[in-house]
């Protein structure tokens, strides 16, 4: 069975930084792209972040430069690094990767930007 453990959300004031993980089990990570996603309140899931096995990564554009996506395959570990928070940024961030023909999705970590 896959898992996907997102953590390190939390409330953060803008201006600030927060650096999440995306813990995978039950697969081999290394030849896994792996994805970040975000759901702010009432809004649809966006793509955050992209990275493949061999480190290429794509942000999306209006996080490109604030946001830095990066992976540890010896610890099964994906990781997104925010920094220059702002209340737009508020949301449950989801990570998720393809698995046998399937999407696997973690339950998400909730970052709250509010002074």
């Known amino acids: 069975q896959v898992y996907l453990v997102e953590s390190g959300g939390g409330l953060v004031q803008p201006g600030g930084s927060l650096r999440l993980s995306c813990a995978a089990s039950g697969l081999n990570f290394k030849i896994h792209t792996m994805r970040w996603y975000r759901q702010a309140p009432g809004k649809e899931r966006e793509l955050v972040a992209t990275?493949?096995?061999?480190?290429?990564?794509n942000v999306t554009d209006s996080m490109r430069g604030r946001f830095t996506i990066s992976r540890n395959n010896a610890r099964n570990t994906m990781y997104l690094q925010m920094n220059s928070l702002n209340t737009e940024d508020t949301a449950v961030y989801y990570c998720n990767t393809n698995w046998r023909g399937s999407v696997r999705w973690g339950k998400g970590t909730l970052v709250t930007v509010s002074s």
């Open positions: 990275i493949t096995p061999d480190g290429s990564v």
